[in-house]
């Protein structure tokens, strides 16, 4: 992912060549924009987010398993 630096920069190139002598403060402003949108998105780091989903699949995975220790343990009481 490109960094919020390189995404104004990108931005700032973008404009026409008539605001040329304004474009150092129009990507300071886009860099500002960006990162406040960015900040109320809530994201959470990539490395976060790879930690939490190994966890729900070792948490789905558990709980297939306790499912099928339920449905065994009612099977074996219902033959009682």
């Known amino acids: 992912m490109r960094s919020i630096e390189d995404m104004a920069a990108r931005l ?3 404009l026409p060549p008539q605001v040329a002598p304004l474009r150092e403060e129009l990507k300071a402003n886009f860099r500002a ?10 994201l959470v780091p990539r490395e976060e ?3 939490t989903r190994e966890m729900l699949a070792h948490a789905r995975a558990r709980l297939g398993e306790l499912e099928n220790r339920v449905a065994e343990l009612e099977s074996r009481d219902n033959e009682s």
């Open 33 to 42: 924009v960006l990162q406040s949108q960015l900040a109320e998105l809530d």
């Open 12 to 14: 700032a190139n973008a």
């Open 49 to 51: 987010f790879e930690a």
